[in-house]
């Protein structure tokens, strides 16, 4: 158990929809990192933020967006879903801001969209 | 933009035999990190290498960070079936951004 909860573990929904994922960081951790990994595919950055300000952002779509609050949890909102946005969805947390510690990964969040 | 690339994609190995994956980044990073992933599982780090040359080992595994910090690699000593997984390296290039390299299959056969 990596202390890092990601909610729900699966979702299906249909294109066109809008969904949102939960990840409640490890205790103590500030920093909340998004990661998309397609069907047998690498982990794609999405954005990071810390103590609730976004600090770096990748790849993401502008139908995405995350935000973490004052409790230190992230959402990650996805709208106007694609079949493409099929993915599995990870949540990682870390104690500081700059990449130089391990990430702790949550089990992800699996989004079917039909 | 910053890009890391594994190779092989996919490695069969028979257990007992070793296995390497060689991670090769486009840019200079600040230190690298390796994380295994079983199947159906989600990433978990193995460790952190931050020095221009640096080795590292944990028992059967060998972690090894470039004289340039462009590129590294995880060498397996007598794979057994507990190794099956995909390996990423995980490049920083002194951001916040932590790019996951494209991951290496590894399948152990008893």
């Known amino acids: 158990d990596s202390g890092v909860t990601q909610t729900p573990k699966h979702l299906i929904t249909a294109t066109g929809q809008r969904v949102t994922l939960r990840c409640s960081p490890r205790?103590?951790?500030?920093?909340v990192y998004w990661y998309q990994q397609s069907l047998d595919q690498g982990l794609q950055f999405l954005i990071q933020?810390?103590?609730?300000?976004?600090?770096a952002k990748g790849n993401i779509l502008e139908r995405f967006s995350a935000q973490q609050f004052p409790d230190l949890h992230s959402e990650l909102n996805l709208s106007s879903l694609e079949l493409g946005d099929s993915a599995l969805y990870f949540c990682?947390?870390?104690?500081?801001?700059?990449?130089?510690?391990?990430?702790?990964f949550g089990e992800g969040s699996r989004l079917t969209v039909l | 933009g910053q890009q890391v690339m594994q190779i092989p994609q996919y490695q069969h190995v028979q257990e007992g035999e070793d296995f390497t994956t060689y991670c090769n980044s486009s840019t200079t990073l600040s230190n690298i990190q390796w994380y295994k992933q079983r199947p159906g599982g989600h990433p978990v780090f193995l460790i952190q290498?931050?020095?221009?040359?640096e080795v590292k080992k944990q028992k059967r595994l060998t972690f090894q960070f470039g004289e340039a910090k462009k590129n590294s690699s995880l060498h397996i000593t007598a794979t057994q079936t507990t190794d099956v997984g995909t390996y990423f390296c995980?490049?920083?290039?002194?951001?916040?951004?932590?790019?996951f390299g494209t991951g290496t299959r590894l399948q152990v056969f008893p």
């Open positions: 205790s103590g951790d500030l920093s």
């Open positions: 995980a490049g920083n290039q002194n951001t916040d951004k932590l790019i």
């Open positions: 990682a947390s870390s104690v500081g801001s700059l990449n130089t510690g391990e990430l702790f």
């Open positions: 290498l931050v020095k221009s040359g």
């Open positions: 933020y810390y103590n609730g300000e976004e600090r």
